[in-house]
């Protein structure tokens, strides 16, 4: 950090949520840590050579915390490597990628942890930490090793977008992780209900000849699970939640005091099912989008705090597998350069304050899986987005720094951007 | 008259120039489904159709609309009676026909729907007739050629020429469309011939009936504005046309329906059955038949069938696509 010149983010206006802290100020950044977070610092005598950034009009935030990120690396290096996710992650105002097991090899072995640690350290210009299988190989037999794969740093344990099917599994890896506090991260889909299903089940899909996927392979898994959950004492995070159907279930769950959090993905919250309209593949995703009812109900579980967490379930799959019929392409869509974007659409429309988009993207992530992200609080590391909240702009997919260029948001207008991102005080990003 | 050239099939007397009475263009590049033609289009080419079953009754079939044009059948999926269809209505038009089944070409060795589109596309095809097992491929095949596209069945999405083909016969033998009950029976759920008859048959005025064990209805059907029954006692009655479809063998096993048994205990239309309907009631099926499946032979060959007549229908509603198709074609 010795190369690093102490920088001075001058009059921007300062949102952290982890302090609810709304203000206009300076923020001083040295050695990479935020040193002082002040009204006025400017007339402070600042050490020599500081560089002095103009902030006004910006907001400047604590850098996102993107829970949920497949990136490819090992073994499909073609759709995504550490090094372009973390590039795309940048030029999102995201800080901190946690990226799912489902590799090749999967990260199911410390040695894979230390890989992605070591890679990530010598590639990626953000943080990464890897997110450990739940089970040896994806498979949902036999739980990994919680315990060293946690030493090693893994932050949760999934089995990516696989649900366990087996309730016995889930129960006893509740119950053992229990005692390592390790955060188990669970995709709620019933395979057998989803079966050949690749959208929302309903009047649309039948419509376009589409086999359905019901509510109900999500909330069935959703009621077992945290029913698991409280005879378990474990810690749960649902990945990704969709429909209103849900959030009641959730809802009492966090009621009855369960240790229990969950995500909703941005495309879940900015897009509906009508978007597959055409056979749209970059719209086909897993979960599907679902109607416009639920995507309502899920940005009002967030404005509510009841669904913690927003995820960008960044997925990027190539043209090969996306220009295809519908029910024959993959599943995903990228979304780490555009869920700050897509989310400022929903506090444009008032649906959401920005302070709460900023705390379910940021805070409340760092927070679940502790790590010390999340916060502009003086001593932590300098990982802060600055945003130009009225910067009008439309999505380029040729600009894109993905490997892949799978948005649902192609030819996007929005409104506000991310013009500079710092990770530990140095700018990663920068929009010119 | 135009000059014939050397080595033509064409009969030296043949007027090349001859065209059908009613003329109709649609004004669009390709028939990728029922949803989004108007009526009016919709009739418009059901009275072309007219005309071509008089000529497809002469001995002299054939006609110089589509000379010198090339159509391919590309048929991803198998098919032989609608694959056949086509082939004969192009050729009666004078078109160059050339059959592709892709079962046995290049899609076996990988390459995608969009290279083969590319591929054929370099050739310079002028109308090409796709059929494919999932839903939107003609539409996305369609998006990537120069050509008119005709979509001959698009997994459980649409199969356009099959509504019209069932609409002429309906037309022919009960003088109208409108005001019409008609019921479609058995595996709505995967059928390309129920979504396509259900929009074809509102927009011209008929009342629609779907009747299916629960487990072979799609979700939310009543949204389609059809009724619903899951018994063919209140589904067939007072109907004025009932049509059957195909139920697939692999969904008779237990998956969606117990047994064949069963399914034809319940939902299987024999005669006793057919009497639930209109004394005058017709029959129709887009075949291939599953007979003792959701069919009884003595009422697939019985006097209230229109089965046969549908294939000859099909003939024509194929030609009168392809005639007004071609209308819109460049130079033409």
């Known amino acids: ?432 | 008259m135009l000059a014939v050239p050397a080595g033509c099939v064409y009969p030296a007397d043949f007027d090349m120039t001859s065209n059908p009475t009613a003329s109709f263009t649609l004004s669009r590049r390709h028939l990728l489904g029922i949803e989004g033609l108007s009526p009016e289009e919709i009739v418009g080419l059901l009275d072309l159709a007219e005309e071509f079953v008089v000529l497809n009754r002469q001995v002299e079939k054939k006609r110089a609309t589509l000379r010198g044009r090339t159509q391919i059948n590309l048929f991803f999926e198998a098919s032989t009676r609608t694959q056949s269809s086509f082939e004969l209505a192009g050729k009666r038009l004078g078109a160059d026909v050339m059959n592709m089944s892709v079962s046995t070409s290049s899609v076996k060795k990988g390459e995608t729907l969009i290279d083969t589109a590319a591929t054929l596309n370099a050739m310079h095809p002028d109308v090409l007739i796709v059929r494919h097992s999932a839903s939107g491929a003609v539409e996305l095949l369609a998006r990537k050629v120069d050509c008119s596209v005709v979509n001959a069945g698009d997994g459980a999405h649409e199969h356009p020429t099959q509504a019209l083909l069932d609409a002429l016969t309906i037309r022919r033998n009960k003088g109208r469309i409108e005001g019409l009950t008609v019921a479609i029976c058995g595996d709505i759920a995967h059928s390309r011939v129920a979504r396509s008859n259900i929009l074809l048959l509102h927009a011209l005025g008929a009342q629609v009936r779907v009747v299916a064990p629960p487990t072979l209805l799609p979700k939310d059907i009543e949204r389609f504005g059809v009724e619903v029954h899951h018994d063919m006692r209140h589904g067939l009655a007072d109907v004025d046309i009932v049509m059957m479809l195909r139920l697939q063998r692999e969904r008779m096993n237990g998956s969606f329906v117990p047994s064949v048994k069963e399914y034809f205990h319940f939902w299987g239309l024999d005669e006793a059955k057919l009497r639930y309907a209109r004394p005058d009631a017709l029959v129709m099926h887009p075949g291939p038949m599953n007979r003792g499946v959701e069919i009884d032979s003595a009422v697939a060959d019985g006097a209230q069938s229109l089965i046969r007549e549908q294939v000859e229908m099909g003939v024509a509603v194929r030609m009168a696509v392809l005639d007004a198709l071609s209308r819109n074609l460049p130079n033409g």
């Open chain 1, 1 to 432: 950090m010795a190369d690093l010149r102490p920088t001075l983010l001058a009059k921007a206006r300062i949102l952290d949520p982890s302090r609810d802290l709304d203000t206009t100020g300076d923020i001083f950044i040295a050695d990479g840590v935020i040193k002082d977070v002040t009204g006025d610092l400017t007339s402070a005598g600042l050490p020599e050579g500081t560089e002095i950034v103009d902030c006004r009009g910006l907001i400047a935030v604590p850098g996102l915390v993107d829970m949920r990120a497949f990136i490819g690396e090992p073994g499909a290096e073609h759709r995504e490597t550490l090094a372009s996710a973390s590039q795309a992650a940048a030029a999102g105002g995201v800080t901190t990628i946690i990226c799912q097991p489902d590799t090749d090899p999967i990260i199911d072995d410390p040695a894979i942890v230390d890989f992605i640690l070591r890679r990530a350290r010598d590639t990626a210009i953000v943080h990464v930490h890897p997110m450990a299988a739940l089970t040896k190989g994806l498979e949902g037999r036999e739980m990994t090793e919680i315990g060293l794969l946690g030493a090693a740093g893994a932050v949760a344990f999934t089995d990516g977008t696989r649900s366990i099917p087996s309730a016995q599994v889930l129960r006893r890896a509740l119950t053992y992780a229990r005692d390592f506090g390790a955060l188990i991260v669970h995709h709620t889909e019933d395979a057998s209900l989803v079966g050949e299903g690749v959208m929302n089940e309903g009047e649309l899909a039948s419509r376009l000849g589409l086999a359905g996927v019901p509510k109900a392979a999500e909330t069935i898994v959703l009621e077992r699970d945290l029913r698991l959950v409280a005879i378990t004492g474990g810690r749960y995070h649902a990945a990704s939640l969709t429909c209103a159907e849900s959030l009641d279930v959730l809802r009492r769950a966090k009621r009855d005091g369960l240790d229990v959090t969950a995500s909703a993905s941005i495309n879940h919250l900015a897009l509906n099912e009508r978007d597959v309209v055409g056979y749209r593949t970059f719209f086909k995703l897993t979960p599907p989008l679902r109607s416009e009812d639920d995507r309502v109900a899920l940005v009002q579980a967030v404005a509510e705090g009841l669904i913690d967490v927003v995820v960008s379930d960044h997925n990027p799959q190539d043209v090969e597998v996306k220009r295809l019929p519908f029910s024959e392409a993959a599943f995903g869509a990228i979304g780490l350069e555009t869920m700050l974007a897509a989310g400022l659409r929903l506090v444009k429309d008032g649906a959401l304050d920005l302070m709460t988009l900023v705390r379910a993207m940021s805070t409340r992530p760092a927070e679940i899986l502790g790590l010390p992200a999340g916060t502009l609080r003086p001593g932590r590391l300098a990982d802060i987005a600055l945003i130009a909240p009225d910067e009008a702009w439309l999505l380029d997919p040729a600009t894109l720094k993905s490997r892949c260029r799978n948005t649902p948001f192609d030819e996007a207008r929005f409104e506000g951007r991310v013009v500079r991102t710092l990770v530990a005080g140095r700018t990663v990003y920068e929009y010119v």
